[in-house]
């Protein structure tokens, strides 16, 4: 079995996760067994599963592991539902919130999700204090019980199984700020034992070699958040294969390979390299200049992130006269290193001189940053009374449609892994204009064929290729039948001969008379 390790899926996956997704398809279309492994406690974890299209059998998250609920199926529970003793009556305060009266006094207080079903429940003392929060799974079922201390402080929190046994434990204290610090997690009659643990990367590593075992032993680990695995994958006891996916860059600054320090949880691999089995990434150039950095202690695997379905290489390709004339869209994240500032100034230059070009940018910001870096670039549009040309259309699905009218897209990033946008946008025939950065636009861009290929942070160059291009449909779309064809290049079949060459063969080679995959 194949397992690939992340944090969590959101309902707004990012490219990391998608791309995980895509793999285990990828896998199972060529009859290797392969599951994304998550390890944070998300409610709603299995709606975002139905929401990105993915069905339970190939997702296990470690809560839902203990709690016994990987398949558990069950309706939201609502506020009309929610159990209540005799004495108790329901108050609603306001679309979001209930109150649970008994003796003309609060009890409790239900609060909703944007759904309308429950989210958590409040239980209140005679102070009216939180003494109690339990929050209910998108399912139906009471999942966490969290306990409170006078001053509102957590200090122990139980994660349930559906007929309301704690299953797993966490011990709190706080820190000289005042904050909770879980001090200790308790796994509870696991296969009749109770276990403890000093920190999650140890209750992790516990939980991989766990499922590592139910799925006959002797699996492949392979690590995409490493923030999330790579600790918990050099504390593992039982026989894995072991790798990490980097997605991003290998060194502290992107922008300096030679001579910057490697990312400190690639740097778990490298410490442990007599575990590792490699270091897989998008492009060959990355592995090249890693292999150089840290002088191949690990092997290093070239597989691109993504790959084109054959659904989308067989699609009829869009007329260019279809398109909307002198739309341009971004498919990036609003966040610094993207450097959308630069996008956004460009497009002005450029409409100054063409008055029908508009630009769609899509993509979410980054909420551990409060957004800092969205709300600086809607209010440079803002200031400058951009908005009836440039508009932010947030986090999308299901991109088809509007590849589909694009004329161009453009990308700006300081650095990149790969970028699956470029690659999405070729698959359907947009022409790119990219930053030639460290890594992946090079590979995917032959410059004056299916886009450009611009200088790193060459502002004025950039608006003057945008510009140039928008003026040009003829030479523009025959960038999108160039950009069709090369799509071609990452087929799901050359994307397979890599993983299938490079992990699946060598893995079976390693575990020969142990474990079988594929064809």
């Not at 611009?454 to 928008?470: H, M, R, S, T, Y």
Request: with cysteine; hydrophobic share 35%; aromatic share 10%.
């Amino acid at each position: 079995m194949y397992f690939f390790i992340t944090s969590k899926i959101d309902s707004t996956p990012s490219a990391i996760e998608l791309a995980m997704i895509n793999r285990q398809r990828l896998f199972t279309k060529h009859r290797v067994p392969a599951m994304i492994v998550t390890r944070n406690y998300v409610r709603d974890l299995h709606q975002n599963m139905h929401q990105v299209g993915l069905d339970d059998e190939f997702v296990v998250n470690m809560y839902d592991y203990f709690q016994g609920t990987t398949d558990y199926e069950g309706d939201p529970l609502t506020a009309a539902n929610y159990p209540r003793v005799k004495g108790e009556t329901l108050v609603r305060v306001n679309t979001r919130e209930f109150d649970v009266i008994q003796r003309n006094q609060r009890r409790k207080r239900i609060v909703l999700n944007p759904k309308g079903n429950i989210d958590y429940v409040d239980i209140l003392n005679p102070q009216d204090a939180v003494s109690r929060r339990d929050y209910y799974d998108t399912r139906g079922f009471l999942s966490v019980a969290q306990y409170f201390d006078e001053n509102q402080i957590i200090v122990f929190e139980q994660h349930l199984n559906p007929k309301r046994q704690p299953v797993l434990e966490t011990f709190f204290r706080p820190n000289e700020h005042h904050e909770p610090v879980a001090t200790h997690q308790r796994v509870l009659n696991y296969k009749g034992n109770t276990y403890e643990f000093e920190d999650w990367d140890q209750l992790t590593a516990f939980f991989l070699d766990a499922i590592n075992t139910e799925f006959g032993g002797h699996g492949t680990m392979i690590v995409d958040r490493s923030d999330a695995g790579m600790h918990p994958l050099v504390e593992m006891t039982t026989t894995a294969r072991k790798y990490e996916f980097l997605h991003s860059n290998f060194t502290l600054d992107p922008l300096d390979v030679v001579n910057s320090p490697i990312v400190p949880y690639t740097q778990i691999g490298l410490d442990h390299a007599d575990q590792m089995n490699g270091f897989i990434m998008s492009t060959q150039a990355e592995c090249d200049d890693m292999t150089n950095h840290i002088h191949n202690i690990v092997p290093t695997i070239g597989i691109p992130v993504g790959s084109v379905s054959d659904e989308r290489l067989d699609a009829q390709p869009v007329d260019f006269s279809k398109r909307q004339a002198g739309k341009v869209i971004a498919v990036a994240r609003l966040s610094v290193e993207k450097q959308l500032d630069q996008l956004i100034k460009a497009i002005a230059y450029v409409h100054e001189k063409l008055p029908q070009v508009t630009l769609d940018i899509y993509g979410y910001g980054d909420s551990w940053t409060g957004f800092k870096e969205e709300k600086r670039l809607r209010n440079l549009v803002n200031s400058q009374q951009w908005q009836s040309f440039i508009s932010f259309k947030g986090f999308v699905h299901d991109l088809t449609p509007v590849y589909d009218q694009a004329q161009m897209m453009v990308l700006t990033s300081q650095y990149e892994g790969f970028n699956l946008g470029i690659l999405e946008a070729l698959s359907h025939g947009v022409p790119v204009v990219a930053y030639d950065v460290k890594y992946g636009p090079s590979d995917m861009i032959e410059d004056g064929q299916n886009g450009r290929l611009i200088p790193a942070n060459n502002l004025v160059e950039l608006g003057k290729v945008i510009l140039g291009l928008l003026r040009q449909p003829e030479q523009l779309a025959e960038m999108s039948e160039a950009a069709y064809g090369r799509s071609s290049q990452f087929s799901e079949a050359k994307v397979w001969q890599k993983w299938n060459d490079h992990v699946v063969q060598p893995d079976i080679q390693a575990m020969r008379g142990v474990a079988t995959y594929g064809e």
